[in-house]
């Protein structure tokens, strides 16, 4: 008897008929372990390198399944499948407002959490880079102007973010979806209003009206 486990996937056991199939088993893994390490994959053999970037409908459909299935490095806590089915993915520019430099990261929307992935240059492998719960974030649209497509995650529980979008599509998609009611509005409603679409455009007096302050990730693997 065996057990195969890993980060990513739920532990599996398995029983063999015999002390002579079990040495079979278990010489053919630690055989495939050696050689995945030994040959780097190139590009030509990597569906990652194929579906980034998602700018393609169907490559963002293509690239939400692949998330479930392939390995993520350092990622940290239980599978990715246990956290639901990816609503939107994309990749941005982040800026952390309290340290310097702009990363490029694949940040994908699930029913409770936004995952942030970091891309190797080569296209090749992913590397966790930390998860948001949605519940505890919003989104605060910052400028809306032409080639300006940013928006800042805020929370009580995170360091504020801002995020550059590549093009209007992911601008608007994100903005709806991580949009919230106000924690501090003193306004009773009896339903919550939806999402607003954000605009792109202001006027010159909206821009110069001062901006209403509003509320505000770590790493386990497969090779």
Not at 90 to 101: A, D, H, K, L, Y
Not at 149 to 162: C, K, S
Request: proline residues 8%; aromatic residues 8%; hydrophobic residues 35%.
């Amino acid at each position: 008897m065996f057990e195969i486990s890993g980060p990513m996937v739920d532990s599996k056991v398995f029983i063999c008929a015999s002390a002579a199939e079990l040495q079979k088993w278990m010489q053919h893994i630690e055989d495939r372990r050696y050689k995945s390490m030994a040959q780097p994959m190139s590009p030509s053999h990597c569906a990652l390198s194929y579906l980034l970037p998602c700018d393609e409908l169907w490559k963002r459909e293509e690239l939400k399944k692949y998330l479930l299935q392939a390995p993520i490095w350092q990622w940290e806590g239980s599978p990715i499948q246990h956290m639901g089915q990816p609503g939107y993915i994309s990749m941005v520019q982040i800026i952390n407002t309290q340290r310097e430099g702009l990363q490029e990261r694949l940040m994908v929307l699930f029913p409770q959490d936004v995952l942030l992935l970091s891309v190797d240059n080569n296209h090749l492998n992913m590397r966790y880079e930390g998860r948001l719960p949605r519940h505890s974030i919003k989104a605060v649209e910052r400028s809306a102007l032409p080639g300006r497509l940013e928006f800042e995650l805020i929370g009580e529980l995170v360091e504020p973010l801002q995020v550059s979008c590549i093009c209007q599509e992911d601008y608007r998609n994100w903005m709806f979806q991580l949009q919230q009611p106000d924690r501090n509005s003193h306004v009773t409603v009896s339903h919550s209003a939806p999402p607003i679409m954000p605009k792109l455009q202001r006027s010159r007096k909206e821009s110069q009206e001062p901006m209403i302050p509003a509320e505000q990730c770590h790493i386990n693997g497969r090779s």
